[in-house]
């Protein structure tokens, strides 16, 4: 069987750092990743880390190219069986959910035809803010899937629910997606 092919966006949380695991548990499941990271992404992980793990160049800005003509968000967005953001922070979801594009992550996302899955990642107070909320449920009007945060302790020290999804979770909603 052919390999599913999943971009991976990875956006400026603490969590960040799961996506390593993410790529492996998915790789286990017999996926090519390729990874998109935002500015903010960098900021808790490097791309090397995730090349390493991937296998592949990762994506972290719109206008490198890997050849003349290519242009990253057109060529990942027909890639992807599945593109997955996780963690995806309320600032991503915000620009997503509007149509907001400034950078290569949320053009993947307004050009991709395939399913899109967003796991967020973020303080209780941004994850239950109405906007946010409002952001949410247009998205999911529009066809994408969400799997919810977990409550329990956050990075930031508060209780509530806004922590990432276990990496279990969120392979079993993309695999089961891809079937």
């Known amino acids: 069987m052919k390999p599913k092919h999943i971009v991976l966006g ?3 949380s603490i969590a960040a750092y799961k996506a390593g695991d993410i790529i492996r548990r998915l ?8 990874v998109i990271m935002t500015d903010g992404a960098q900021k808790f992980i ?10 592949k160049p990762v994506a972290v800005s719109m206008f490198e190219r890997d050849s003349e003509w290519d242009m990253a968000h057109i060529s990942l967005a027909r890639w992807a069986d599945l593109y997955l953001i996780a963690p995806a922070t309320a600032n991503v979801i915000g620009k997503f959910a509007n149509g907001v594009s400034d950078d290569l992550l949320t053009c993947t996302a ?3 035809k395939a399913p899109i899955v967003i796991a967020p990642a973020m303080n209780t107070d941004m994850y239950t803010n109405a ?3 409002d952001n949410i449920t247009k998205l999911k009007k529009h066809g994408v899937t ?6 329990g302790k956050l990075a930031c020290g508060d ?6 999804a276990d990496v279990d979770e969120i392979v079993k ?3 089961g997606l891809l079937k």
Do not use: Y
């Open 146 to 151: 969400f799997i919810e945060p977990k409550e």
């Open 27 to 34: 790789q286990d499941n017999g996926c090519e990743v390729s």
């Open 46 to 55: 490097t791309p090397l880390t995730l090349e390493v793990l991937s296998k």
């Open 10 to 12: 990875v956006t400026g």
């Open 110 to 112: 307004i050009t991709t």
């Open 173 to 175: 909603v993309v695999i």
């Open 159 to 164: 209780l509530g629910k806004g922590a990432l």
């Open 131 to 133: 906007i946010v909320q």
